[in-house]
């Protein structure tokens, strides 16, 4: 048997595009960023008979998105003008999304109850109903051409495998189809039924597999060393696999011929996008649309590797999931959900002060009253599902106004008591590193998802890892890898573990990006890392937060005239941040 190596020979080319235009979510776009060819789209400067419909013009986006404290799934029907739909809510956490093959029913793996499970609903939110009952991480679930079955990744064999069920049975006739393989995750049925393509562990990276559907025999279909081959998705003729080919939750989207002769010769892939963070095949189309993180927001946009060509055909909330695509109008009488929704924010104009949180042990243990409530509440949380006290103790909270550090910024959020950073590390019994740093990439920034073990091993907390942690160069001063700040671990953790970063996002607090600034650049500058600090703005700008709790005599004693020119600050910046018209001059 031949494993064939892809080699990913493109030529990219830069196309002129114009930005697609911002707008809430729920309200698609259509800007065109380039010829997309195909028989639904005319060629440039073509005056066709009749205006051709797009192949994804009435189709319908599933996404899991914020709603309060929960997660969600809406969904947005591509091409008109309306807002999101709220299918289902009420669930902790959810995972990957997959419409049946005739876009009737919707399954995803998601977190209710203390337990993850694969669900299905109907496409008009009705019969909601579990397909998995099992006390271990079921997700990701991927459905058979016929509709019959749905194959599932489980972690009930101690480790994470792929499963198939029939729609119709019971936890209980669920079939492993790979027992003793190394984790397996992202399962893709092929449209003929013959086999289940996905992604697994291999000496420290992951690769494209296949297995017989039927169970049995596995095969390598695509593998890089060094590189993580992720996502893959068939055509809907089933004569091409797609996948994202890269690390730290995005990579370039590449699609390949697919051979299903395992004997096939080696196969050449081909570039679709340089960079994205997710993708879904246009239904019934041969197209791929990628998602990105732009400035707009989230992206979902058409790509054609042969024309070029690009065209936005919907924008996505911050913090969206990822997202299922399936032919049909949305179905009607749906509520409308305001996604990517969370806490509220404090009443504009208000002015809370400052409260003492005088059981947390930190120096300076202030923070913006308004905020204190949602920190107890995240605090709580974290301690019901970790088992110790995190935020109990933490390494920076508030900061007097007039503080100056090299390492950090004038105008920090700590300053308005809306930030706070976490310990550095947690320790369980005998020194057990208890918390996992996974890199990520977006939109050309490096942000650091932190996952803290969670009390309870049986599946009632958390959720496995599929990425392995990170190790800092500038905390080892080893030098492999520090041009690139560090390494990533060889070996994913097993377990179950907290996602902190997603639950303090639902309680209103975001993590920020590592600074990669002249001077302070976190692949060699500790300080310039960042992952630790979280913080709340609400929209708000710097000035109008510090207002919130100081008064303006306050803020100019500590931020008058002489030491905002003392630092050289433009004006711009300063408008920016909030400062009002003439506060040098009053100042």
């Known amino acids: ?191 003929d039924g013959a086999r289940i393509a996905f992604a697994s562990w291999h000496e420290g990276a992951y690769r494209l597999e296949a297995v017989d559907a039927a169970g049995g025999s596995r095969r390598v279909v695509a593998e890089d060393a060094g590189t993580d081959l992720r996502s893959p998705a068939w055509a809907p003729g089933g004569r091409r696999l797609a996948y994202l080919a890269g690390r730290y939750g995005s990579g370039r989207l590449v699609e390949m011929p697919w051979a299903a002769d395992p004997e096939a010769s080696v196969t050449e892939a081909t570039l679709v996008a340089v960079r994205a963070e997710g993708f879904a095949w246009v239904p019934g189309a041969e197209l791929l649309a990628a998602v990105t993180t732009e400035r707009a927001g989230r992206t979902v ?48 104009g208000a002015h809370p002060g400052m409260v003492l949180l005088a059981d947390v042990d930190v120096p300076g243990a202030r923070m913006n009253a308004a905020l204190a409530e949602d920190y107890a509440a995240l605090r709580a949380a974290v301690r019901a599902e970790v088992g110790v006290d995190f935020l109990g103790t933490l390494s920076d909270l508030w900061r007097p106004p007039g503080f100056s550090s090299s390492g950090s910024s004038f105008f920090s959020w700590h300053k308005a008591g809306r930030a706070f950073d976490t310990q550095m590390e947690l320790r369980g019994p005998g020194g057990r590193r208890d918390m996992v740093l996974v890199r990520e990439e977006a939109g050309g920034r490096t942000t650091w998802r932190m996952m803290l073990r969670a009390a309870a091993q049986d599946g009632s907390a958390g959720r496995p890892l599929v990425e392995p942690g990170w190790t800092f160069a500038a905390a080892t001063g080893e030098p492999e890898g520090a041009a690139d700040g560090g390494r990533r671990g060889g070996e994913v953790p097993e377990g179950y573990w907290v996602d902190f970063t997603a639950l303090a996002e639902r309680h209103g607090w975001r993590r920020i990006a590592s600074l990669t600034r002249p001077g302070l650049d976190w692949r060699r500058d500790w300080a310039a890392i960042e992952y630790w600090h979280y913080e709340r703005r609400d929209g708000l700008r710097w000035f109008d937060a510090m207002r919130e709790i100081y008064a303006d005599a306050e803020l100019a004693a500590e931020l008058g005239a002489d030491r905002l020119r003392a630092l050289d600050i433009p004006l711009d910046r300063l408008a920016r941040l909030g400062f009002p018209a003439g506060w040098l001059s009053e100042g």
């Not at 065209?311 to 969206?320: I, Q």
């Open 1 to 191: 048997m031949n494993r064939s190596r892809v080699a990913v020979l493109a030529a990219v080319a830069t196309v002129a595009a114009s930005l697609a235009v911002a707008r809430p979510f729920g309200r698609p776009v259509e800007a065109p960023r380039g010829p997309v060819e195909g028989p639904s789209v005319p060629a440039r400067g073509a005056v066709p008979a009749a205006t051709p419909v797009p192949a994804w013009a009435g189709s319908l986006l599933a996404v899991p998105v914020s709603d309060g404290l929960a997660r969600a799934i809406a969904l947005l029907e591509v091409g008109r003008d309306a807002p999101a739909a709220r299918l289902v809510a009420g669930f902790e956490e959810i995972g990957r999304l997959a419409w049946s093959p005739d876009g009737g029913t919707l399954a995803f793996g998601a977190r209710r109850a203390a337990n993850w499970d694969v669900y299905l609903v109907g496409r008009d939110g009705a019969g909601l109903r579990r397909l998995t009952a099992h006390a271990a991480f079921d997700a990701w679930p991927a459905w058979s051409p016929d509709g019959r079955q749905v194959a599932f990744v489980s972690y009930r064999g101690g480790g994470l495998g792929l499963y198939r069920l029939p729609v119709g049975g019971a936890d209980a006739d669920a079939v492993p189809l790979t027992e003793g393989g190394g984790r397996a995750i992202e399962p893709a049925w092929s449209p």
């Open 301 to 348: 946009e058409v790509r054609d590797p042969a024309s070029l060509g690009r065209r936005t055909v919907a924008l996505l909330p911050p913090g969206a999931g990822d997202l299922a695509w399936t032919r049909g109008p949305a179905p009607i009488g749906l509520p409308p959900i305001a996604a990517g929704a969370q806490v509220a924010p404090a009443a504009t």
